[in-house]
């Protein structure tokens, strides 16, 4: 079983800045693409960045600029720095990750992490 593990939400003034990281643990596996996905009340879900197993990444034009994803492999985690806060931000934040399986992508999904800016 494939575990995904958040950690780095919280409260934070306007203008602030927070990390998110989702460290994926388990059997042994071969992870794909890994993203942020967030949801605030009453909106839908949306995603806000996915980054490829060989670092190529893309954002949502409301984050681009402010918030960079990385990962580091060996240690299957993915990262989420956010800058620049805006009260806009407001959302729980849930990371995933596409692990193949028997010649398919099977997407894990994190347990989401709170994320609220304050004005």
């Known amino acids: 079983q494939v575990q995904l593990v958040e950690s780095g939400g919280g409260l934070v003034q306007s203008g602030g800045s927070l990390r998110l990281s989702c460290a994926a643990s388990?059997?042994?596996?071969?992870?794909?693409?890994m993203g942020w996905y967030r949801q605030a009340p009453g909106k839908q879900r949306e995603l806000v960045a996915h980054?490829?197993?060989?670092?190529?990444?893309t954002y949502a034009a409301s984050v681009k600029g402010r918030f960079t994803i990385s990962r580091a492999n060996r240690e299957n985690t993915v990262y989420l720095e956010m800058n620049s806060l805006k009260t806009e931000d407001t959302a729980v934040y849930s990371c995933?990750?596409?692990?193949?399986?028997?010649?398919?992508?099977?997407?894990?999904w994190g347990q989401g992490t709170q994320v609220t800016v304050s004005s």
């Open positions: 388990g059997r042994s596996f071969s992870i794909n693409r």
């Open positions: 995933y990750a596409d692990i193949l399986e028997l010649s398919t992508l099977q997407r894990y």
């Open positions: 980054i490829s197993s060989a670092g190529s990444t």
